[in-house]
């Protein structure tokens, strides 16, 4: 069980200050949410995770139910118990794997969002790789090839078995080249599975359903209504968010006017730094991405003066830390000199340091914006 | 500078209690010394490095001077500054890599020791890829290729730049399978190579001679006589030390009976914990090895049970701890089970995990190992 305060609202955008209280502890709100996939933050020990200042995880449950089985995660006591992971802890429902691992995989996910490719997804149209059925998807195991279905049953056993704070309905996440037809359908079936999610739902953990609807804004406007209207504790809104900020606070203005206020909201995969203040001025409680570490993982720092390509030979011979500001124990101890040398020689600890001051980095940009909305500012 | 003082003689054996002091602090000795190749304890962040109870780290003057180059370290005031590490620091001289990249790299290394192979090395023959001449090594830089040569004079210039408390004479370390001729002639150089690293030495850093003689009982001794009789403030003891413990201690024995008794003695290289009792017995007071990181990366724990391969999936439902009696954070935190999922899903805070509590435990040993001096059972 989760309960949600709002403490603030700002007067001049839907902004608002709040504190999700969780079994495993308080969350400040709007706050950003590091990615734990496999029950881990890729290439940080928790406790390093922790000093960054991470108040919420998100875990994957279709890597977990594939790695190590959600049947050994419940054995050793769940996840928070497994991991060691003491603090609030969500896991998504395997709904956005039907698009990466469907039509995402297919005609590549990133480009497709950045060139325009021409694509098209129509109603009926089926993805090659899994196949999405009335009750759930058919899978295909990334890591063996053997046949899964997940379907909003399947999903919220798993996620009862991780046993996290947060749970997920079991949603389709479409592609930004989906249609106006095929998204009209595929909302169809995500409401039947919220729907069947909660039918299925025993436990006391908390479950948010998850908006989809695509570019369109009768779509996302119907699925707010609809979502919203069920007895979920909080709301996902997934899927796609437009080409630039703007588009993406329009989006959100769309769903998050017809969410009920008073329960809290989280944006799924969403995170680059200049996304924060659109998406929390749009209402947006909490929001979870693999931007600070995964760059991290390839050499990438954020910093008030922009991203710096540690690979890069002039980093060698920096005497500064990542981001002179930054209060992080990395930029208190290490210069950019050496972990550009350690990234270069391919020490393993220069992605363990990346990933600690990015994230560092975003918990207390985001910590900003909660003291801007405190003080009236936003 | 350094001082050694010896605080306990063993009645039973060589070993004997010590305290090194240089000026980053102060070691206890015996002692194991963890090897961070680059800079940095693969998988580790210093703080962690610290907190296994690390007392002094060895650097590699060949991989340093290929990355970054020694130019950079001293342009950011020497390694200790470079890299944060802020303990007693050693670096070696090359003298390794006259094996590992002549005929070592050639027969592979690890083999000969174990297959005995018939191969043999005699007087006058050259590996193929690097050639050693009267003054110095003819190396090519494994990373792109380029020429280099490093001999006396370049390894004590490097490691001046480099600036760590300890640094070593350039030596040839010879193969196993070098014959009596071969090491014979291969002595006469490495001392050769002694006297000219103590010519080129001007810094205020201790300079450690290097023991080389292979397995021949009179060019230990004569090695031993030789390097033991120059001003080097402690000694260094390389190339091969047979098959088994007995051949290690009788070795080591020729050694350390004609070496100075009152200047500290590092074994370059040995480093199982198997070889720790046996190595200090016979009167070595540090020692270093990748074993411990090495092996952590490829998915094994040392424990009081003997060696764990979390790769092996009967470790995804073992509850315990990867060793019961250890109280290294990560023993206190985490179950096996934990740390052989994250393993086997290729995540890289396995390696962490596990470099951190076989370098715990081995220094632990080591303690253990001080303890049992002190109270007169070794």
């Given at each position: ?297 390839h050499g990438i720092a954020f910093t008030r003066t922009g991203r710096l390509d540690l690979s890069k030979t002039i980093f060698l011979k920096d005497k500064n830390p990542l981001d002179k500001k930054c209060k992080c124990e990395v930029c208190k101890t290490h210069t950019r000199s050496y972990i550009s040398h350690l990234f270069r020689a391919k020490e393993i600890n220069a992605m363990e340091l990346l990933t600690f001051h990015n994230l560092y980095y975003f918990n207390e940009y985001v910590g900003e914006i909660r003291k801007l909305i405190k003080s009236g500012k936003i």
């Amino acid at each position: 069980m989760i309960s949600f305060k709002i403490l603030k609202k700002s007067k001049k955008s839907r902004a608002r200050l709040g504190v999700l209280k969780t079994p495993h502890g308080e969350v400040q709100t709007p706050a950003f949410v590091p990615v734990a996939t496999l029950g881990a933050v890729k290439a940080l020990t928790f406790d390093s995770a922790r000093r960054t200042g991470a108040q919420l995880l998100i875990s994957n449950t279709f890597h977990l139910h594939l790695r190590p089985g959600e049947q050994i995660i419940k054995k050793m006591g769940g996840l928070h118990k497994f991991t060691s992971w003491d603090r609030p802890l969500m896991t998504d429902s395997g709904g956005f794997q039907v698009f990466s691992l469907g039509f995402g995989g297919e005609h590549g996910m990133g480009k497709i969002l950045k060139e325009k490719s021409g694509l098209q997804i129509k109603k009926g149209d089926q993805p090659k790789t899994i196949k999405i059925r009335e009750n759930g998807v058919e899978f295909r195991s990334p890591i063996n090839g053997e046949k899964l279905f997940i379907g909003p049953k399947e999903s919220i056993k798993i996620q009862e078995s991780l046993g996290a704070d947060i749970i997920y309905a079991f949603d389709e996440c479409t592609s930004p080249v989906a249609d106006y037809e095929y998204t009209k359908k595929s909302i169809e079936t995500t409401h039947r599975w919220a729907k069947e999610s909660l039918k299925h739902h025993k436990s006391k953990q908390a479950i948010y359903g998850v908006v989809q609807g695509g570019r369109f804004k009768d779509l996302r406007i119907e699925s707010a209504k609809f979502i919203g209207a069920l007895p979920f504790d909080g709301f996902g809104i997934g899927g796609e968010f437009g080409d630039d900020k703007k588009a993406m606070s329009q989006m959100l203005s769309w769903v998050v006017d017809n969410l009920p206020e008073e329960k809290p909201r989280h944006l799924l995969g969403i995170g680059y730094l200049e996304d924060m203040i659109p998406a929390i001025k749009s209402g947006v409680d909490t929001f979870d991405c693999i931007v600070p570490t995964r760059f991290a993982r390839h050499g990438i720092a954020f910093t008030r003066t922009g991203r710096l390509d540690l690979s890069k030979t002039i980093f060698l011979k920096d005497k500064n830390p990542l981001d002179k500001k930054c209060k992080c124990e990395v930029c208190k101890t290490h210069t950019r000199s050496y972990i550009s040398h350690l990234f270069r020689a391919k020490e393993i600890n220069a992605m363990e340091l990346l990933t600690f001051h990015n994230l560092y980095y975003f918990n207390e940009y985001v910590g900003e914006i909660r003291k801007l909305i405190k003080s009236g500012k936003i």
